[in-house]
């Protein structure tokens, strides 16, 4: 059983496009975070949930909008998708106040041409 | 702004000998202190952490931590060809809280058999 899963894992669409990453884990964590790798292998924090709350939004464009249905989900959904949004997006959870319960899932891969 | 800084190499190291990694932050605030492997294509694993100044070990590992000088490094003893990877330094500044973790670019580490 995958602790923390991505669908879909590959994603190549067109500029101007809408698409959305999915996350899932099943660690019994109670918050996640999308993490951002670019083609430079630069692994930035964009947005962490606790329990379905915001709590870390950080300089990431509006395009780009989270939603946790609950404390097991964190979808990421991006609007009117540019060539800098190609990159590997992974999906982490933990424990909150344990950062050294952080796991990450294996990643998307959007290309975006 | 919170910033980690490593070399990002590569860096050579002949099998057998030790590796070491370096790793330096900008926040005095920090108080956890991470080291990820990630092998291309793959996600970043926790490797060690350590949260006061010294030295941990773990199996081949050791990192090493001063928080005086704001730095952190991480020593691979009899270094095999599949610790080949890049190391990943990461910081977190709070031991509570949702912040995730600040991210080095990091070392790109190749172990010559």
């Known amino acids: 059983d995958t602790a923390v899963s991505q669908t879909p894992k590959y994603l190549v669409t067109q500029m101007g496009n809408d698409k959305s990453i999915k996350c899932e884990q099943n660690?019994?964590?109670?918050?996640m975070y999308w993490y951002k790798q670019d083609s430079k292998k630069f692994l930035k924090i964009m947005f962490s949930?606790?329990?379905?709350?915001?709590?870390i939004n950080e300089t990431v464009p509006n395009r780009f909008s989270p939603k946790s249905p609950d404390k097991a989900h964190l979808n990421l959904h991006i609007n009117s998708l540019e060539l800098g949004d190609s990159a590997v997006y992974f999906c982490?959870?933990?424990?909150?106040?344990?950062?050294?319960?952080?796991?990450f899932g294996e990643g998307s891969w959007l290309t975006v041409v | 702004q919170k910033e980690v800084e490593q070399n990002s190499g590569p860096l050579s190291v002949p099998e057998g000998a030790i590796a070491s990694l370096n790793c330096t932050y900008s926040?005095?605030?920090?108080?956890?202190f991470f080291w990820y492997r990630q092998y291309s294509g793959k996600s970043p694993e926790l490797i060690m952490f350590i949260y006061s100044n010294g030295d941990k070990e773990d199996g081949r590992f050791t990192a090493q931590l001063n928080k005086a000088s704001q730095y952190v490094s991480l020593l691979i003893r009899d270094s095999q060809p599949s610790d080949s990877a890049t190391y990943l330094c990461a910081v977190g500044v709070t031991g509570g809280g949702a912040d995730g973790l600040t991210f080095g670019k990091g070392t790109h580490l190749i172990i010559q058999p």
């Open positions: 949930y606790n329990n379905k709350e915001l709590i």
């Open positions: 926040d005095r605030g920090s108080q956890s």
């Open positions: 660690l019994g964590h109670d918050t």
């Open positions: 982490a959870s933990s424990l909150i106040g344990s950062p050294n319960t952080i796991y």
